[in-house]
């Protein structure tokens, strides 16, 4: 057998192989294709009952809460993956690229979960109305929140030595981050001293700066400077540490 | 490039845990493996076969020492390292929610190979495993032994320069063992390197060219298993049920190993000697080839499955 000199990697190699396995995995679970749309569902119903009015905002703040959400898968499949079934060794002690292991298994689970977020963009649309600039804006601000969910869902896993562990801390942050903020309700309903806090999460942010859009609310231009350059510098941050961590953590000490 | 697949020298790996005393799961292995070889790290649970595995295949630092595979250094470049290689994980599973044949197939195009080259060994990778009949059937409704021949099939079908496989079949029955030996020979002629780790003896005999034994992070032995079992000083071995009483008479005739019977290894021209003496004694004796059950007890001083 001739060994060839390894040529030069690339740091993506293997990407769209390894997106196409998370997609053919995730597809054969159609169940919780379903099921992740039970929380903004009640939600929503929550909403059209207390003010049919914000059930607009709740809409919107549903699209930006699934992406928010499938950080929480990346982070389960992750660790899944790596505990349970030791399947990142078997890939990761190989030529696919670290990276290309996290991004891809992050977009194998966006291109499934995003069949039912679709749903939500429709409802959107038809209730809300918005112009075309703004449905480019809330895609633009849904790409960010799902590359930051996944970002930290990815880096969050590989603490775990136990998936137990995770179900409890997996769910209590995303909620935390996804419900409790304004996402699903208006902005100018929360506390005023606490507004700058949810400015710099992600999912709150992008909210608020739709909202904004759709004229839901107001932001003063020094909170939706916060929300925006916090938005932009935390996603990349975080994607560029979780790029990082891949690597690194690749092989343990 | 190096004809050794791989080299490693004085190779340390320390364990440090916060509150726990540090534990020296390699204390200095160095081992040499030839392209082309079949070799098995033999030993007990927690011997240390696994994390030289793991240090080998990149997904582990070692302390100190250093390793090198196709001449390309584990530790600095493991990158470089990677594409050469591929591993069955210990206690490593398919994706569940996959079908064996989604499950090799999309790992050979994860690797960087062509679809038609994946899916002709996809196929051939099922055959050579017995796995057609359940090649559809997602992985979770399969058994334990099935999911562990589609990741023996996963691996085998990359036909990767060097094999690392820990303990490849567990959990297999028989049938499936002696598969997967027979491929592993053939994978062997065509060029790859394998290095295995696995408990059962008869697997460590039948499949590789030579085993290295390994206890408390340490080499106590390496060779072909006829060296190692010519070692025991003797190519036969005669258990005498109910001969103690006689044990020092026996243990003239060769090496005695303690165990539940009298075990004595001989010389086969001092066979009929010690018979004469276990037919007067009126002890029943059991004459048999000595295995590498015997020659693990004398170098390790305790059985494989003891812990």
Redesign the interface.
């Known amino acids: ?1 001739k ?1 060839e ?2 040529p030069v ?1 690339s740091p993506f ?2 990407f769209s ?2 997106l ?2 998370e997609v ?3 597809a ?2 159609n169940l919780a294709m379903a099921t992740s749309m039970v929380v903004q569902g009640v939600l929503l119903v929550f909403v059209w009952i207390l003010d049919p009015a914000l059930i607009g905002v709740a809409l919107v703040g549903a699209i930006l809460f699934s992406m928010f959400a499938m950080g929480q898968r990346v982070l389960n499949e992750a660790a899944y ?1 790596r505990i ?4 990142n ?9 670290p990276e ?1 292991y996290f991004l ?1 298994m992050s977009a194998g689970i966006l291109v499934v979960y995003i069949a039912p977020v679709v749903i939500l963009w429709v409802l959107a649309i038809e209730v809300v109305h918005f112009s075309v600039a703004v449905g480019l804006l809330l895609l633009a601000l849904s790409a960010c929140v799902w590359l930051f969910a996944a970002s930290v869902g990815y880096v969050f896993s590989t603490f775990f030595r136990d998936n137990r562990a995770i179900w409890a801390y997996s769910s209590l942050f995303f909620n935390v981050f996804g419900v409790l903020p304004p996402v699903f309700y208006p902005f100018g309903k929360f506390p005023e001293a606490l507004r700058p806090v949810v400015l710099l999460m992600p999912p709150s942010a992008a909210a608020a700066i739709v909202q904004q859009a759709i004229g839901a609310t107001t932001l003063t231009s020094g909170q939706l400077l916060l929300a925006s350059a916090g938005l932009a510098v935390e996603t990349v941050a975080i994607f560029v540490f979780a790029i990082y961590w891949a690597r690194r953590t ?4 | 490039m190096t004809e050794e697949a791989l080299r490693a020298e004085q190779l340390r790996k320390v364990y440090t845990t916060r509150g726990a005393p540090p534990v020296e799961a390699l204390a200095g292995v160095s081992m040499v493996v030839h392209r082309g070889e079949r070799v098995a790290l033999l030993g007990r649970n927690g011997a240390g076969k696994t994390t030289f595995l793991r240090i080998a295949s990149t997904l582990l630092r070692p302390t100190s020492g250093t390793i090198e595979v196709f001449g390309q250094d584990v530790s600095r470049t493991p990158e470089r390292v990677r594409p050469y290689i591929a591993v069955v994980p210990q206690e490593g599973k398919p994706f569940f929610h996959l079908t064996p044949r989604e499950q090799v197939y999309t790992y050979l195009r994860a690797r960087g190979i062509s679809r038609e080259t994946a899916k002709a060994r996809t196929e051939d990778a099922l055959e050579r495993m017995g796995l057609n009949d359940f090649a559809d059937r997602l992985a979770i409704t399969l058994s334990g032994g099935q999911r562990q021949r589609t990741m023996v099939a996963t691996v085998m079908a990359t036909e990767a320069p060097l094999l690392f496989l820990d303990e490849p079949t567990i959990g297999m029955d028989p049938f499936a063992r002696r598969a997967v030996w027979d491929s592993f020979r053939t994978l062997s002629t065509r060029g790859s390197t394998i290095l295995l780790t696995t408990h059962y003896l008869d697997e460590a005999e039948a499949l590789s060219h030579r085993l290295y034994i390994v206890e408390h992070g340490r080499v106590l032995q390496s060779g072909t298993s006829d060296d190692l079992k010519r070692s025991v000083g003797g190519t036969l071995k005669v258990s005498l049920p109910g001969g103690a009483a006689l044990e020092e008479s026996f243990r003239s005739f060769g090496s005695v190993i303690e165990g539940e019977h009298l075990t004595v290894i001989v010389a086969p021209e001092r066979l009929g000697e010690l018979m004469d003496l276990a037919v007067r004694s009126k002890i029943t004796a059991t004459v048999g080839p000595v295995t590498l059950e015997e020659a693990f007890l004398r170098v390790v001083g305790r059985s494989i499955d003891e812990d």
């Open positions: 057998m060994i000199p390894v990697l190699r293997g192989a390894f196409w396995t053919l995995v995730q054969h679970e993956v349970d079934h030791k399947a060794d078997l890939y990761l002690a190989g030529p696919l690229s290309a891809g690749v092989r343990e000490n």
